[in-house]
């Protein structure tokens, strides 16, 4: 089992840097999958047991200048390792003026990922910072708790306002309730509201637009004969959503969310070489 990689290209390293931040900020621990081709991060408490699960994918090749990989067996040529993206993006952020920087799958007293910032210095020798940031290797008989998310059949799906103006609101809301109900319909209008003994609180958006699916066949038999004005809600920990809007360092060319009525959101944000799904389970 072998794994090493490099990164020269300086946007290639803030970019990689900041999608790091952004699973720091969801996950305290999270599963990161190798494959010749593909990064993937993967959080998945049980979304029954109220737990919110992501799925972020990205290819070596848009991020990494050398990438090598040998996994567990021939047939099987993939590695999980279990880590603390917090520690990952700590590393990353010593490197922000890197000439380059190497990460290394290493086993010295213990499994690391080895992050070895090269540094520009005055004179011809370069100044190496080694970072060890302890893995748990994930054993071939587990992979299959950490398979990509299967997305339930979904009521509505619509594209997401501003991020921003979503986050300022979220915000806003999250000092009066600790819940908050997303709605949305086929008519591209969505709804954050927040409903307390005490108060009452609904942001209206307009005109959002509804993916091509929306009404293809994902949702064919429930949204046939229905009303595109009708709303599908769900309740979810504010919290959570927060998390993920707080998150974004990157301004995702598309976001959209999926409203499986009473049972869970799905969020999908993408952007160019990256792909982020994140489920928040409703709370009944």
């Known amino acids: 089992m072998r794994f090493r990689a490099k990164i020269v290209d300086l946007a290639c390293l803030n970019h990689f840097s900041r999608i790091i931040n952004t ?10 999958r190798l494959t010749v081709c593909k990064l ?3 959080l998945s408490d049980k979304v029954a047991n109220g737990g919110a699960s992501m799925w972020c994918e990205l290819s070596q090749g848009n991020f990494f200048d050398e990438f090598q990989m040998e996994g567990v067996a021939a047939e099987h040529n993939e590695i ?14 010593t490197a922000q003026s890197a000439k380059a920087v190497k990460i290394k799958l290493t086993n010295k007293h213990c499994p690391c990922l080895r992050v070895a910032v ?3 210095s005055l004179s011809s020798s370069s100044r190496i910072v080694t970072h060890d940031i302890p893995v748990g290797v994930i054993p071939r008989r587990m992979w299959n708790d950490f398979r990509e998310p299967s997305v339930p059949d979904f009521d509505v799906s619509i594209y997401l306002p501003v991020l921003k103006t979503m986050k300022s609101v979220v915000e806003r809301m999250k000092n009066l309730s600790n819940f908050i109900v997303i709605e949305a319909n086929l008519s591209g209008e969505m709804n954050l509201k927040i409903e307390t003994d005490l108060v009452s609180v609904t942001t209206h958006f307009k005109d959002l637009g509804n993916p091509p699916w929306a009404s293809e066949d994902r949702c064919q038999s429930s949204a046939q004969g229905r009303d595109l004005e009708s709303m599908a809600e769900a309740c979810i920990d504010i919290k959570k959503l927060q998390q993920l809007l707080a998150g974004q360092q990157v301004n995702p060319t598309k976001a959209l969310c999926n409203i499986v009525r009473k049972r869970i959101v799905h969020f999908i944000l993408l952007h160019e070489e990256v792909s982020l799904q994140y489920f928040i389970p409703a709370i009944a």
């Open 40 to 42: 993937y991060f993967i």
């Open 80 to 93: 999980y390792l279990e880590f603390v993206p917090e520690n990952l993006w700590r590393a990353l952020k």
């Open 23 to 32: 699973i720091a900020k969801l996950a305290k621990t999270c599963i990161l």
């Open 118 to 120: 090269e540094l520009p």
